[in-house]
């Protein structure tokens, strides 16, 4: 007489999941998501929502990016939203990871007085029988700012780094720290009737940028501390701890935060709200 055999119930294979973006990121710099996650909302993406966040970290891997060493950090747009800012040493990292590299050279030029006028990289790349050469002109990069008064050859020299390793290795989706200063504000010019073209009036040469930017935090219902706090906080405004009022910022810094000036008026309530 046979024995019937117990059935075996069939079993399913565990499924194979992806890990997100911010387990992947918190795996590669080996720390905890959740804790990753309040500590770049609380530093470097200060301000960015989830999904601007989840940007953020999905930039960050793509290019092998530490966030928490200020490689790439969270910069409010102009118009609002956040623009991925890549420091130089980020983009210094993401060139010398290319497997193609094959080394990069600076040339200098200068002028009569022996001050820098341009600086040119050349970018060697393994399979390329031409290298990539770019020339960064001092001119069109130079910033009213102490960096670039105290170390004009080694700022000129970092924005050529940034824009040769670009051209080279077709880096997309990145900024470096200038790059979102470049565009000048447009000046506003308010007009009379039309048929009286002779009453034009424009802004008085005396209206500084420092006086447009506090005119626009202190509308907004803001003080300077706020934005002396949010500059210390973000980086984003040179020598912030040691400035006394709205004068001292530098004519650079003013306009580039009036040209992103919803997304900093945004940035200034999160940091008003979390003062003590």
């Not at 990539?132 to 105290?150: I, L, M, P």
């Amino acid at each position: 007489m046979s024995q019937a055999l117990a059935k075996i119930p069939a079993t399913t294979p565990p499924a194979v999941t992806k890990p997100s973006a911010l387990n992947f990121m918190a795996g590669r710099l080996n720390c905890d998501p959740a804790k990753l996650l309040s500590t770049l909302k609380a530093t470097v993406f200060k301000g960015a929502n989830d999904d601007e966040i989840m940007a953020l970290v999905l930039v960050s891997n793509e290019y092998q990016l530490n966030p928490l060493l200020k490689e790439i950090y969270a910069f409010p747009a102009k118009g609002g939203g956040i623009t991925p800012i890549v420091s130089v040493d980020g983009w210094n990292k993401m060139l010398i990871r290319q497997e193609a590299f094959d080394g990069i050279q600076f040339d200098f030029a200068e002028d009569e007085r022996g001050f820098p006028r341009s600086c040119t990289a050349t970018v060697h790349v393994k399979g390329r029988s031409h290298p990539v050469v770019v020339t960064e002109y001092f001119d069109e990069c130079q910033r009213n700012t102490d960096n670039w008064k105290n170390m004009p050859r080694r700022m000129l020299r970092n924005r050529t780094l940034c824009q040769a390793s670009r051209m080279a290795f077709g880096f997309s989706g990145v900024s470096h720290p200038e790059e979102v200063e470049t565009i000048e504000i447009e000046s506003t010019v308010v007009t009379s009737a039309p048929e009286a073209p002779a009453k034009m009036i424009t802004a008085p040469a005396t209206v500084t940028p420092q006086a447009e930017l506090e005119a626009a935090v202190v509308g907004a219902g803001f003080d300077f501390d706020t934005l002396q706090k949010f500059g210390i906080e973000s980086g984003t405004i040179a020598n912030a701890d040691s400035l006394t009022g709205f004068g001292e910022i530098s004519t650079d810094d003013a306009k580039r935060l009036l040209r992103s000036k919803s997304g900093l008026l945004g940035q200034l309530s999160i940091t008003k709200g979390g003062a003590k």
